[in-house]
């Protein structure tokens, strides 16, 4: 340590000045998408279409219309519907763990590792802090989202034919428009995941304990999807976070129908409020002393 | 101590403005600062001054409520009851304009172990909304110079030895000019050389101007770098001044060895003392000790009289109050942790 001044010294600061957090927004994004557990989970989401397509490629059997996951059977005629058939295989319990875990990290992950503290010392401010993880969490929901959908696109168009789609009503789409089909149905499942990656960040204000915080968001979003096969739940069932999570089969129809969206969007902005209320009613009172 | 003079900060400090704050302003300030944990009471309503420009050493044993007490100031925990001013404002109420002139290492650094260095500054910097994306390559390299880890900034974290990480947190602390620096116990972990480093580094800092408020268990730590001090025990201050202040409070006595200590209290009781005898082991010689309060009785008097009323003495010695034994005096000894 040399004890002479050679630091360089900049003025000192005025005072005036207070960034948005654009800064630490960034900051938050490239410590999320650098780490190597992040990138296992894309990985891992983009294997799914491909494990999907290699399985029904290999297999001589044709499948019957209706037998499997929802869509299987159009795979092997249109490699456009690798991408669709992975989302429904994944949304109900793949990409649910992955929010899991990155929302779960988002506080007690920085808690656990001590970090918080220097964070909140710096001064990030509680409630700034709060509102980057929670649109990290979100940002990673689109990006795997995003990487599922792509890999099932390209591996679709590499192990099958690819034409015009032909749609659930029967009308057929040209090859364009399905893509932008694709992009619709990766914004619908982004947008299912938002309520759950509220409750993860609430849970993660809770405990010091990644983990534990990683899996109690994972146990609620099963326990949503078990209350919503219940018929004596019914009344519950379109309050529930995830009752619309299969609801985007209705993009693929004509024409567009976006009923199902919008209820969709609006149970996860319900969710994102209180959940975020809870979050902050909780955090910005709490005594850091991990 | 090397420095010229424990009490006042050096002469150049005097002169320059101290965090904007009058010279002989508090730059922290606590009145009845209290936090229970249940029933537990961490800190028991304690009233810290610390005057900007200082050195404040906040002395005391695991666990008397020093991190509890530091947390608070940083706005990390809330105080149960009290009021907290930390450079002349109210926190945690107007913690958005303090922490930025403040540096802080609280309870040890922490990292993210899978970023290196420089990049764990770069992260930690971000979330000063104050600091500035264009000076930030600058001032993150010359933190890290500073703290004498140029060398490493490439390297993951998770692969810094403790002693590195310690000098990352204070690299940390140090990425603005601050007015109040706070480090928590700077020197754990840290080898003697490395000790010496935090030593020089804080006392360069005094110079500038900052106010360093450091903590640590460690007595003979404090006395070296440190111009004031406050001891805590079992959540409370049970002293608080500068060194020379805290080491007035503890009395010269006279000790003597000898086989003959009856006759030794008769003569030191004679010569207007109060004297006391120690325990003593099977083939030790007793010792008679007594304070020599403010009394300018001269040591060879004593010496004299005891020879004369023919007490053999073995060992004859004048102690000076040490800070030591003021510090065990009030905190106690052994390895008690306080509940």
Same mark, same amino acid.
């Given at each position: 340590?040399s004890?002479?001044?050679?630091?360089v010294k900049?003025?000192?600061r005025t005072?005036?000045r207070?960034g948005?957090?654009?800064d630490?927004l960034?900051s938050?994004?490239?410590?999320?998408?650098?780490?190597r557990?992040?990138?296992?989970?894309?990985?891992?989401?983009?294997?799914?279409p491909?494990?999907?397509?290699v399985?029904v490629?290999?297999?001589?059997?044709a499948?019957a219309?209706?037998?499997?996951?929802p869509?299987l059977?159009?795979?092997?005629?249109?490699?456009?519907?690798?991408?669709?058939?992975a989302m429904?295989?994944?949304?109900?319990?793949?990409?649910?763990l992955?929010?899991?875990?990155?929302?779960?990290?988002?506080?007690?992950g920085?808690?656990?590792?001590?970090?918080?503290?220097?964070?909140l010392v710096?001064?990030?401010?509680?409630v700034?802090?709060?509102l980057v993880k929670y649109?990290g969490?979100a940002a990673?929901?689109?990006?795997?989202?995003l990487?599922?959908?792509?890999?099932?696109?390209?591996?679709?168009v590499?192990?099958f034919?690819?034409?015009?789609?032909t749609l659930?009503?029967?009308?057929v789409?040209?090859?364009p428009e399905s893509?932008?089909r694709s992009?619709?149905v990766a914004?619908?499942?982004t947008?299912?995941?938002?309520?759950?990656s509220?409750?993860?960040?609430?849970?993660?204000?809770?405990?010091?304990v990644?983990?534990?915080?990683?899996a109690?968001t994972?146990?609620?979003?099963v326990?949503?999807?078990?209350?919503?096969?219940?018929p004596?739940?019914?009344?519950?069932h379109?309050w529930?976070?995830?009752?619309?999570?299969?609801?985007?089969?209705?993009?693929?129809s004509?024409?567009?129908d976006?009923?199902s969206?919008?209820a969709?969007?609006l149970?996860?902005?319900?969710?994102?409020?209180v959940?975020?209320?809870?979050?902050?009613?909780?955090?910005a009172?709490?005594?850091?002393l991990s | 101590?090397?420095? =010229?003079?424990?009490?006042?900060? @050096?002469?150049e400090? +005097?002169s320059?403005?101290t965090? &904007?704050?009058?010279?002989g302003a $508090?730059?922290?300030?606590?009145?009845?600062?209290?936090?229970?944990?249940?029933?537990q009471?961490a800190?028991?309503?304690?009233n810290?001054?610390?005057?900007?420009?200082?050195?404040?050493?906040?002395l005391?044993p695991?666990?008397?409520?020093?991190?509890?007490?530091?947390?608070m100031?940083?706005g990390l925990t809330?105080a149960?009851?009290g009021?907290?001013?930390?450079?002349g404002?109210?926190m945690p109420?107007r913690?958005?304009e303090?922490?930025?002139?403040?540096?802080?290492l609280v309870?040890?650094?922490?990292?993210?172990?899978?970023?290196?260095?420089?990049?764990?500054?770069?992260?930690?910097d971000?979330?000063?909304?104050?600091?500035?994306?264009?000076?930030?390559?600058i001032?993150?390299a010359?933190?890290?110079?500073?703290?004498?880890l140029?060398?490493? =900034?490439?390297?993951?974290?998770? @692969?810094?030895?403790? +002693?590195?990480?310690?000098?990352? &947190?204070?690299?940390?602390?140090? $990425?603005?000019?601050r007015?109040?620096l706070?480090l928590?116990?700077?020197?754990n972990?840290?080898?003697?050389?490395?000790?010496?480093?935090v030593r020089?580094?804080v006392?360069?800092?005094a110079?500038e101007?900052?106010t360093?408020?450091?903590?640590s268990?460690?007595?003979a730590?404090?006395?070296?770098?440190c111009t004031?001090?406050a001891?805590?025990?079992?959540?409370?201050?049970?002293?608080?001044g500068?060194?020379?202040?805290l080491?007035?409070?503890?009395?010269?006595?006279?000790r003597?060895?000898?086989?003959?200590?009856?006759?030794?209290e008769r003569?030191?009781?004679?010569?207007g003392?109060?004297p006391?005898?120690?325990p003593h082991?099977?083939?030790?010689?007793?010792w008679v000790?007594?304070?020599l309060?403010?009394?300018?009785?001269?040591?060879?008097l004593?010496v004299?009289?005891?020879v @004369?009323?023919?007490?053999r003495?073995?060992?004859?010695?004048?102690?000076?109050p040490?800070?030591?034994?003021?510090?065990?005096?009030?905190?106690?000894e052994?390895?008690?942790?306080?509940q």
């Amino acid at each position: 340590m040399s004890s002479s001044d050679l630091a360089v010294k900049p003025a000192r600061r005025t005072g005036a000045r207070r960034g948005l957090g654009l800064d630490l927004l960034g900051s938050e994004l490239s410590v999320l998408f650098r780490r190597r557990r992040t990138w296992a989970m894309l990985v891992a989401v983009a294997l799914i279409p491909i494990l999907l397509a290699v399985a029904v490629r290999l297999s001589s059997d044709a499948l019957a219309p209706g037998e499997g996951p929802p869509f299987l059977d159009r795979v092997t005629q249109n490699g456009l519907f690798t991408g669709f058939t992975a989302m429904v295989v994944a949304i109900p319990l793949f990409l649910p763990l992955t929010i899991g875990v990155v929302a779960g990290d988002t506080i007690a992950g920085e808690a656990g590792q001590g970090t918080l503290r220097y964070l909140l010392v710096a001064p990030a401010g509680r409630v700034r802090l709060l509102l980057v993880k929670y649109i990290g969490a979100a940002a990673f929901s689109l990006v795997a989202t995003l990487t599922l959908m792509l890999a099932g696109i390209l591996i679709g168009v590499a192990l099958f034919p690819v034409g015009p789609v032909t749609l659930l009503s029967g009308d057929v789409i040209s090859v364009p428009e399905s893509l932008l089909r694709s992009l619709l149905v990766a914004s619908y499942v982004t947008v299912s995941l938002l309520g759950l990656s509220a409750i993860g960040l609430f849970i993660s204000t809770l405990t010091d304990v990644p983990v534990g915080a990683m899996a109690a968001t994972i146990v609620v979003s099963v326990v949503a999807q078990i209350l919503d096969v219940l018929p004596q739940l019914s009344w519950l069932h379109p309050w529930l976070f995830s009752h619309y999570w299969l609801g985007f089969a209705e993009l693929l129809s004509q024409p567009l129908d976006f009923t199902s969206f919008g209820a969709n969007a609006l149970v996860q902005a319900a969710y994102i409020a209180v959940f975020g209320a809870l979050a902050y009613s909780r955090f910005a009172t709490k005594d850091i002393l991990s | 101590m090397t420095q =010229a003079s424990p009490v006042a900060p @050096a002469p150049e400090v +005097g002169s320059r403005a101290t965090g &904007g704050l009058p010279v002989g302003a $508090l730059a922290i300030e606590t009145e009845g600062l209290t936090k229970r944990f249940g029933q537990q009471v961490a800190v028991g309503g304690i009233n810290l001054a610390v005057p900007s420009g200082a050195v404040f050493g906040f002395l005391g044993p695991n666990g008397s409520g020093k991190t509890t007490s530091i947390r608070m100031l940083l706005g990390l925990t809330q105080a149960t009851s009290g009021a907290i001013r930390v450079l002349g404002e109210s926190m945690p109420a107007r913690l958005h304009e303090v922490l930025p002139r403040v540096g802080a290492l609280v309870e040890g650094p922490a990292f993210y172990p899978f970023l290196s260095g420089d990049a764990n500054l770069r992260r930690l910097d971000t979330a000063d909304p104050h600091a500035s994306r264009r000076t930030r390559s600058i001032r993150v390299a010359s933190a890290l110079e500073r703290v004498g880890l140029s060398h490493a =900034a490439g390297k993951k974290v998770g @692969a810094y030895s403790l +002693g590195m990480k310690q000098r990352l &947190g204070i690299a940390n602390a140090l $990425l603005q000019p601050r007015d109040l620096l706070v480090l928590d116990e700077p020197t754990n972990g840290l080898d003697p050389q490395g000790t010496r480093e935090v030593r020089s580094l804080v006392r360069s800092l005094a110079a500038e101007g900052t106010t360093v408020f450091v903590s640590s268990h460690l007595l003979a730590e404090v006395e070296q770098m440190c111009t004031h001090a406050a001891v805590m025990s079992a959540g409370n201050i049970v002293a608080q001044g500068t060194l020379t202040e805290l080491r007035e409070v503890g009395e010269t006595r006279v000790r003597v060895r000898t086989p003959d200590a009856g006759t030794a209290e008769r003569v030191l009781a004679g010569l207007g003392l109060t004297p006391v005898s120690t325990p003593h082991g099977e083939d030790e010689q007793p010792w008679v000790t007594a304070p020599l309060a403010g009394r300018a009785t001269e040591p060879e008097l004593i010496v004299n009289a005891l020879v @004369a009323a023919g007490v053999r003495i073995r060992g004859f010695s004048i102690e000076e109050p040490s800070l030591e034994e003021r510090f065990v005096a009030l905190t106690g000894e052994g390895f008690d942790v306080v509940q």
